[in-house]
């Protein structure tokens, strides 16, 4: 019973792993922590990759335990936290699709979109310089 039961819970993590990991982060800025811990996944550790490279977050390690997982270290500049808000797009039941040609700027250029393409995982930016598009997974502010 007990594998079935994480068999069950490992596939609804890797059906919605990026939305509980953007909302963990956004969740750990909101109650002003410094470290926040998600299950991991090479999706998961991608998103991540790309949030330290725009400077959303600090930084990032792998733990591996029992079970692996990826630390975050959130990023404030004095008492405001890197990220405003988060607005979700792809969900487990809708998927969102777009090519480059619909990428848009968001909140005036001062946030991203953050696509799941062929060539990885990209900001809106990167994915019209290099004119490919993807399933469009939030924007990011």
Same mark, same amino acid.
């Given at each position: 019973? #007990?594998?079935?039961?994480?068999? !069950?819970?490992?596939?609804?993590?890797?059906?919605?792993?990026? &939305?509980?990991? &953007? @909302?963990?982060?956004?969740?750990?800025?909101?109650?002003?922590?410094?470290?926040?811990?998600?299950?991991? /996944?090479?999706?998961? !550790?991608?998103?991540?990759?790309? *949030?330290?490279? *725009? =400077?959303?977050?600090?930084?990032?390690?792998?733990? #591996?335990?029992?079970? =692996?997982? &990826?630390?975050?270290?959130?990023?404030?500049?004095?008492?405001?936290?890197? &990220?405003?808000?988060?607005?979700?797009? /792809?969900? +487990?039941?809708?998927?969102?699709?777009?090519?480059?040609?619909?990428?848009?700027?968001?909140?005036?250029?001062? +946030?991203?979109?953050? !696509?799941?393409?062929?060539?990885? @995982?990209?900001?809106?930016? #990167?994915?019209?310089?290099?004119?490919?598009?993807? #399933?469009?997974?939030?924007? @990011?502010?």
């Amino acid at each position: 019973m #007990e594998k079935l039961l994480r068999k !069950l819970q490992k596939k609804l993590n890797m059906e919605n792993s990026f &939305i509980d990991l &953007i @909302i963990r982060i956004k969740n750990g800025y909101m109650s002003r922590k410094d470290t926040i811990i998600s299950p991991f /996944s090479n999706f998961k !550790l991608a998103i991540v990759k790309k *949030l330290k490279e *725009l =400077k959303y977050i600090k930084d990032y390690k792998i733990i #591996e335990d029992k079970f =692996k997982t &990826i630390s975050i270290d959130l990023k404030y500049d004095g008492k405001v936290p890197a &990220i405003t808000d988060v607005k979700i797009f /792809s969900k +487990g039941g809708k998927r969102v699709y777009v090519s480059f040609k619909e990428l848009k700027p968001v909140v005036n250029n001062f +946030g991203f979109s953050i !696509l799941s393409t062929p060539k990885g @995982i990209l900001t809106n930016k #990167e994915a019209r310089n290099q004119k490919t598009g993807g #399933e469009l997974l939030f924007n @990011i502010w």
